[in-house]
Structures are given as C-alpha cells and as structure tokens.
C-alpha cells in the first residue's frame, strides 16, 4: 500500500512506463507469484488488507506481466476478492482513491453484468475522471462481449468490426 499510494504517482498507474513495470516486478513479482497461488489469505482480515491483495492481484499483474497472457489470469481472483470485500462494507472503510483500485477488478472484467456493477459502484463513488472510465469499458464490453485490444495477446481472433475499431484513437487503456 505504501508503494502504491505514497511512492508512486497516478500518472505512473495509469500510463506505460517501463521502468515503473519493471521497478515493481523487481520489489513485488514475487509477491504477485504468492498472490496469485492464494497464499495471502491472511491478508484478508481488514479493508487495507484486502485492498493490498486486490492490488497485487489486478494492478501489480499488469505492470509485471505487460504484454503476457498472464497479466490477466488474475483478474477473476482479484474480482471475487473485491465483491466479497463489498459484500462485508469493507469498502465503506476505504477513502474514495483506494475504494478506486477495490472496484477496478469490476472495471477490467469481460461481463456485461459485472460492467453494470463497475459503472454503479464508479457512479456512487463520485469521481468523474474514474466513471468516465468505467463507462468507456462498459461500452466497450457491451459492444463485443470482451476488450478487443487484449485479443492478441490473449491468442484470440479479432473480427473484422473489432479490427477497425483497434484503428480508432482510444480504443485501448
């Protein structure tokens, strides 16, 4: 948490930056490895915990894992952490910056579903930069069933709508 919230910056979460992806993959992949085989389960018992392994799980993986399959094979972990921590209000506990990174597993989900629940958690929360955010991968979900741009890494088949839609400004995060 300290890593995340106090030694970086949000223009470092959000943008790609080679040397942050591999600073964290130098403090934290091992970290992640242990997260990912469900070995932190003790970090579960509060709201700070919880947000720690759902960073671990959906924004370390990315930055560790960049342009690998595997930086999404966590995701469905990182989610029902998340929806279980809603379902207990340990999101409640939360400031609104760290309640942010609690919903973002919705945010990064392939379901149409859980992209309604994204934009309902972003809408409540307030912050007008984070839902507009998550309505832009809600509509994206809603309009092909997943997240084009993951397409080639995830060894899948783009259509042909998918394919000009890649071209457009935007059209990945």
């Not at 470092?12 to 242990?34: P, S, V």
């Amino acid at each position: 948490m300290r890593f995340w919230f106090d030694e970086s910056t949000p223009a470092q979460w959000f943008q790609k930056d080679d040397a942050f992806d591999a600073a964290i993959r130098g403090r934290f992949g091992a970290l992640l490895r242990r997260a990912a085989q469900g070995e932190l389960a003790h970090w579960r018992t509060g709201a700070d915990g919880r947000l720690a392994e759902v960073i671990v799980l959906d924004q370390f993986s990315r930055n560790v894992l960049r342009g690998e399959r595997a930086a999404f094979a966590q995701d469905g972990m990182a989610l029902v952490l998340a929806q279980e921590a809603i379902a207990q209000g340990l999101d409640a506990a939360l400031p609104p910056e760290r309640r942010a990174f609690l919903y973002m597993p919705f945010m990064h989900s392939e379901s149409a579903q859980v992209q309604a629940e994204s934009v309902r958690l972003f809408t409540a929360l307030g912050n007008a930069n984070n839902l507009d955010f998550a309505q832009r991968h809600q509509v994206i979900v809603e309009r092909f069933g997943r997240f084009p741009h993951r397409n080639a890494v995830l060894g899948r088949s783009s259509t042909a709508e998918e394919i000009a839609f890649l071209q457009e400004p935007g059209s990945s995060f």
